[in-house]
């Protein structure tokens, strides 16, 4: 077993062994409290930048299987886990946990005191850091993840986002079956990707839309081109104030299309608003947040995975529709006079419950009733 490091800027180092590709890698250190499901959590566009921790002992021993994929690449810049299980056993297990990392290029380090450095991200917040299995000095390694770029600092949607439009049919999997292929005559949905999840995707065709993804620029002529009957931004990693586009994108269709925002959507669509973004302490990442639609009274379970919020203070014409009930932060609101919503939450979950998946035949619901064709 080969010694690997993982140090953070505030001096705390932790030593623990290599998995994964060996090597060097530096990000944004947050944790995640989802018991499974950590190949949708390497794989979410979303952590583009980050070391993610998992705060469950146990990983790996489900191995790595060929369709619980949430885009085209492990996405994470590193992982960290307490314990990297030796054999896997699952029916649809096509590798290892450790050789799928080798197989992208992403560090690991295993064997340290997760419980601790969770902790001290709680305590002092979100903090950078560099996981090394070439450099195991610990002082030089405090120094890198000081003089590492700040996640604020990175346009980490150009890294994950897809270059050209293409048309997206894969419905929901089911057992016997995997993804559904659909054609349907429903309403048109133009999907901004930021990062898109492709769990997204799956729950707006298996709602019965039209499904077309386009790249995070050019975004009013491809939409004016496209003439949809929705637009959804979708969820990605980063501060959502340098996603300009994004924000003069709701602005120029405000009241003119159906507009949804999951995650750095809903940011995007805050900011378009006039509202405030802000960097919460340690973020919000897993799939056990409870979240309250004050329409409703409703309590749903959701998977979250963002650093970022809206101040519900900043906004103006809104109507609040759903608040966490671990911090009170917000979760969604809609325009009071034009036909948007966006809710701060993943409703498509993977990996997570699928409490909140109504969200999607809401928005296309509400496309078929603003049908502009």
């Known amino acids: 077993m080969k010694r690997a490091i993982l140090a953070l800027e505030d001096g705390t180092y932790f030593v623990g062994y290599s998995f994964g590709a060996e090597g060097e890698t ?21 952590y583009r930048g980050q070391i ?6 146990q990983m790996g021993n489900y191995g790595i299987n060929d369709e619980d994929l949430e885009s085209d690449r492990v996405q994470v810049n590193g992982f960290v886990v307490k314990e990297l299980s030796g054999v896997y056993s699952n029916w649809r297990a096509k590798k290892s946990l450790d050789q799928y990392l080798k197989e ?3 560090v690991g380090i295993w064997g340290i005191d997760t419980r601790a450095l969770v902790k001290r991200i ?15 000095d610990p002082k030089s390694l405090v120094q890198k993840a000081k003089s590492s770029k700040d996640i604020s600092e990175l346009n980490l949607v150009e890294e994950v986002a897809c270059k050209e439009t293409y048309v997206w049919r894969e419905g929901d999997w089911s057992l016997g079956k995997g993804y559904s292929q659909v054609d349907t005559e429903g309403p048109l949905i133009a999907v901004v990707d930021f990062g898109v999840k492709r769990n997204i995707l799956r729950r707006l065709v298996s709602e019965g839309a039209r499904v077309v993804v386009i790249p995070p620029y050019d975004t009013i002529k491809r939409v004016r081109e496209l003439n949809p009957d929705g637009v959804l931004l979708s969820n990605g990693p980063g501060d959502p104030q340098r996603v300009v ?3 003069r994108l709701v602005r120029t269709f405000l009241g003119e299309i159906p507009i949804m925002g999951i995650c750095l959507g809903h940011q995007i669509i805050g900011l378009a608003l006039g509202g405030r973004t802000y960097k919460l302490k340690f973020g919000h990442h897993g799939s056990n947040h ?8 409703r309590i749903e ?24 009930l671990l911090d009170g932060t917000l979760e969604g609101f809609r325009h009071t006079k034009a036909p948007v919503y966006c809710v701060q939450y993943h409703p498509e979950a993977s990996p997570g419950p699928h409490d909140s998946y109504s969200i999607f035949k809401e928005f296309v619901d509400m496309a078929r009733r603003y049908v502009t064709r």
């Open 52 to 57: 993610v921790v998992m705060t469950y002992t």
């Open 26 to 46: 530096t990000g944004e250190v947050v944790f995640n409290t989802s018991m499974t499901g950590y190949q949708e959590v390497l794989t979410d566009p979303s």
């Open 290 to 297: 409870p979240v309250k639609d004050l329409r409703t009274g």
């Open 245 to 247: 586009e994004g924000i």
């Open 301 to 324: 379970i959701t998977a979250q995975n963002h650093n970022f919020a809206v101040d519900p203070d900043s906004l103006k014409d809104v109507e609040i529709t759903h608040i966490n």
């Open 104 to 106: 992208h290029g992403v």
């Open 122 to 136: 709680r305590e002092r917040g979100t903090v950078k850091g560099v996981i090394s299995s070439v450099d195991l």
